[in-house]
T-cell receptor, first 112, second 113 residues
């Protein structure tokens, strides 16, 4: 039973346009949420996070939105750049346990 | 800072053999995590340590898997005996405490023939 669902396995976007990656979760016990990015042959790297008490967090071109009532998380990248092409993981975290639960990932391709 | 170091980067072995994966966390980090990534199950947590003590090993698949952390700078994940279904990429990650950003190593790609 997947607790973190990324229903789109892949996404293709033109350079300069907005990329929107979506994520749904089922467990309300998570109190913080993260996005990790992964390039081939490398480990995942932290991108951005948001606490459950907020609904938006912005860091440069990256913005994460949290809709707790819908149990939905999204990552916006604008403008998208070819270097953003990677696998993006939606991650749920619990400050009680310290555990992270990863979604299956969405492969983003940004075309020049 | 060298980041999280994992060895070997690639391992090919035959079914039934013992496999040992190694991890050196970032200096000063007191939490260490072992993950496995497969096509079917994605990235899943196997076990994590806090201050060298195993806190949660509920993700360890079965008794063939064991993990140790004898000191703050070294951990091993052992599979004995290995099976073809253990083929995956195994990641080690560390964090300053259990609730902050986790830093991942480059992973060990294990192939069991």
């Amino acid at each position: 039973d997947q607790q973190v669902k990324q229903n789109s396995p892949s996404l293709s976007v033109q350079e300069g346009r907005i990329s929107i990656l979506n994520c749904d979760y089922t467990n309300s016990m998570f109190d913080y949420f993260l996005w990790y990015k992964k390039y081939p042959a490398e480990g995942p790297t932290f991108l951005i996070s948001i606490s459950s008490i907020k609904d938006k967090n912005e860091d440069g071109r990256f913005t994460v939105f949290l809709n707790k009532s819908a149990k939905h998380l999204s990552l916006h990248i604008v403008p998208s750049q070819p270097g953003d092409s990677a696998v993006y993981f939606c991650v749920n975290g619990s400050s009680n346990t310290g555990k992270l639960i990863f979604g299956q990932g969405t492969t983003l391709q940004v075309k020049p | 800072d060298a980041g999280v170091i994992q060895s070997p980067r690639h391992e090919v072995t035959e079914m039934g053999q013992e496999v040992t994966l190694r991890c050196k966390p970032i200096s000063g980090h007191n939490s260490l995590f072992w993950y496995r990534q497969t096509m079917m199950r994605g990235l899943e947590l196997l076990i994590y340590f806090n201050n060298n003590v195993p806190i949660d090993d509920s993700g360890m698949p079965e008794d063939r898997f064991s993990a140790k952390m004898p000191n703050a700078s070294f951990s091993t994940l052992k599979i004995q005996p290995s099976e073809p279904r253990d083929s995956a990429v195994y990641f080690c990650a560390s964090s300053r405490d259990g609730y902050n950003e986790q830093f991942f190593g480059p992973g060990t790609r294990l192939t069991v023939l």
